[in-house]
């Protein structure tokens, strides 16, 4: 079945790392993505990882695959006031994106 | 030009109204998307675009008819929408609807729809 699981909300001071978490079960996705929606925005791909990698590092973004547990993570490092948004990961099982519920991230200064 | 741009950026409709939304890309895309998103949840697929053709369609009901002109274009015909229809309309664009190239999708900033 098609379901893409996150926690709603993740408050971080400026500064820290941040790391959301999102749990798939359709292993037959090839590729997993990193969506972010400012308020007021459309959705913004970060970043996206293809199944047989473990990791990819894409500046302050890191992204950690397991694939066993299906379970991908996005880490934040340095989390700025500016990385305040909706974090929304994905997976292509039949060609369409299937959301998660997407993690808030709320950044204190 | 990595940019997907919607019009209008608001409307608000009476529920006998007809109105349409519009979508623009010029990245040479083959697939374009119409999404609806409610407040704090995720966007769902209403309908896919691919070479011009509707190839999906997520059982949206006939109040909203979508209609692709050309490989650029994408509009969202609406008619006798509901209050419950009010959300924010997203459109967006990729190079195909297959492999990777389906998940990495341009967004527009969308267009708040409230039917009064």
């Known amino acids: 079945g098609e379901d893409v699981e996150q926690s709603l909300f993740l408050s971080v001071r400026e500064g820290d790392s941040s790391v959301i978490n999102c749990t798939y079960t359709?292993?037959?996705?090839?590729?997993l993505y990193w969506y972010k929606q400012e308020p007021g925005a459309g959705l913004q791909l970060l970043t996206y990882?293809?199944?047989?990698?473990d990791m990819k590092q894409d500046q302050r973004l890191t992204v950690l695959l397991n694939k066993k547990d299906k379970h991908l993570s996005l880490r934040i490092a340095d989390t700025q006031t500016g990385d305040s948004a909706i974090y929304f990961c994905?997976?292509?099982?039949?060609?369409?994106?299937?959301f998660g519920q997407g993690t808030t991230l709320q950044v204190k200064p | 030009d990595t940019e997907v741009t919607q019009t209008p950026k608001h409307l608000v409709m009476g529920m006998t109204n007809k109105k349409s939304l519009k979508c623009e890309q010029h990245?040479?895309?083959?697939?374009m998307y119409w999404y609806k998103q409610k407040a704090k949840k995720p966007p769902e697929l209403m309908f896919v675009?691919?070479?011009?053709?509707?190839?999906i369609n997520e059982s949206v009901p006939s109040r909203f008819s979508p209609e692709c002109p050309n490989s650029s274009l994408l509009n969202l015909h609406l008619h006798a929408l509901q209050p419950e229809d009010s959300a924010l309309y997203l459109c967006?664009?990729?190079?195909?609807?297959?492999?990777?190239?389906?998940?990495?999708?341009?967004f527009g900033p969308g267009t708040r729809l409230t039917v009064l």
């Open positions: 675009y691919s070479y011009e053709k509707l190839s």
């Open positions: 359709d292993s037959s996705s090839t590729y």
């Open positions: 990245m040479g895309h083959r697939a």
């Open positions: 967006a664009s990729s190079q195909v609807t297959e492999g990777q190239g389906a998940g990495e999708q341009f």
């Open positions: 990882i293809f199944s047989n990698m």
């Open positions: 994905a997976e292509t099982p039949s060609g369409k994106l299937i």
